[in-house]
């Protein structure tokens, strides 16, 4: 059995993968900031802990990490208002990587986007532009750290049964589920061989497991 934590623990595929991952016997502490989701938390299988990410500092968070064994990033500001964006996409995310090495929690698993790069050309007159910018320098700063990380790069999310089965070949951003996008995580967090990559991934027809073991 796992310990793991997820930061944002009441999105959408943060409930899936929390029930994903209850089911095969994991404990899950599912971060909140609004007390009133602690009740779908629960009913996903998860443990709802209320904190304010934007408000904890790095040892706070790092008291909260501290007896899990891996940490899941799954947390955003829903875009519109850039500071906010600044302050919870890069800020709160680096702050619980940080926490999480000084906690000595190891594993960390950063939902990201397909096309999240430093070049990753949103013009900045475009209302995207403040999460792009915030998501890039979130994962550059995950990858330099000492941390066991795996990014991933769901493409656009849907509301699609889920299959099972994704292509992690694609050069171009397409559609996934986020129902596989849960999948993905719980997929990753039980295989080591992902740690140290970012893997972007579409709808497809490869089954989870077999697609992230191709290189």
């Given at each position: 059995m796992a310990r793991i934590i997820v930061f944002g623990g009441h999105g959408k595929i943060a409930l899936k993968a929390e029930a994903l991952l209850a089911?095969?016997?994991d404990s899950v502490t599912a971060a909140i900031r609004n007390a009133?989701?602690?009740v779908d938390v629960s009913a996903a299988g998860g443990n709802?802990?209320?904190a304010d990410l934007e408000h904890l500092t790095v040892d706070e968070l790092a008291a909260l990490i501290a007896g899990h064994d891996a940490v899941v990033w799954s947390a955003g500001a829903g875009g519109g208002n850039p500071a906010r964006t600044r302050a919870v996409d890069h800020d709160a995310a680096v702050a619980t990587m940080d926490a999480a090495a000084k906690a000595g929690v190891r594993r960390y698993v950063m939902v990201s986007y397909f096309g999240a790069s430093v070049n990753h050309g949103v013009a900045p007159d475009n209302s995207f532009?403040?999460?792009a910018e915030a998501k890039a320098a979130a994962d550059e700063h995950l990858r330099a750290s000492d941390l066991d990380w795996t990014i991933l790069g769901p493409s656009t999310l849907t509301d699609d049964d889920p299959s099972g089965q994704i292509d992690t070949t694609a050069e171009t951003s397409g559609k996934?589920?986020?129902g596989n996008v849960a999948q993905v995580i719980a997929a990753v967090l039980a295989d080591?061989?992902?740690i140290g990559r970012?893997?972007?991934f579409n709808d497809g027809?490869?089954?989870i497991p077999e697609a992230l073991a191709a290189r």
């Open positions: 089911q095969r016997g009133d989701h602690a709802p802990l209320i532009f403040a999460y996934v589920s986020r080591d061989t992902t970012t893997i972007r027809s490869t089954p």
